[in-house]
Structure formats: C-alpha cells, structure tokens
C-alpha cells in the first residue's frame, strides 16, 4: 500500500535529491546520499600513497 503523505513529500525530495547532485558536481558531498565526507584521498588524488610509503619518505 502506498503512503499519502509519501506521494506529497515526492517533489521535494526530488528537489533534494536536484540540489545535491548540483553540489555534487562542485565537489561538494551530497547531503543526505552520502553523509560521510569523501576521504582525503578522493578530494586529493595526489595524497593516495598508503601510510608505509608515507612513513618511507619521511
């Protein structure tokens, strides 16, 4: 069965769902798809060494 109140929450979530793919493409993670912050690796790909090569070049 499906939820009244489901069917009038639709077009705001798609709205939602809008403005996070929007700030999604700035870089920025997208609020309620993904609520963890990417990891430092993914926002700079330069820094993707594993800790043992980061302690190596020390």
Do not use: C, W
Not at 8 to 30: F, I, N, R, W
Not at 50 to 55: Q, R, T
């Amino acid at each position: 069965m499906e939820d009244p109140k489901q069917e009038k929450q639709s077009p705001e979530l798609k709205e939602e769902l809008t403005e996070a793919k929007l700030k999604g493409v700035d870089g920025g993670a997208p609020i309620g798809v993904n609520p963890l912050p990417f990891p430092p690796s993914i926002r700079n790909p330069e820094h993707t060494a594993p800790s043992g090569d980061l302690l190596a070049s020390k």
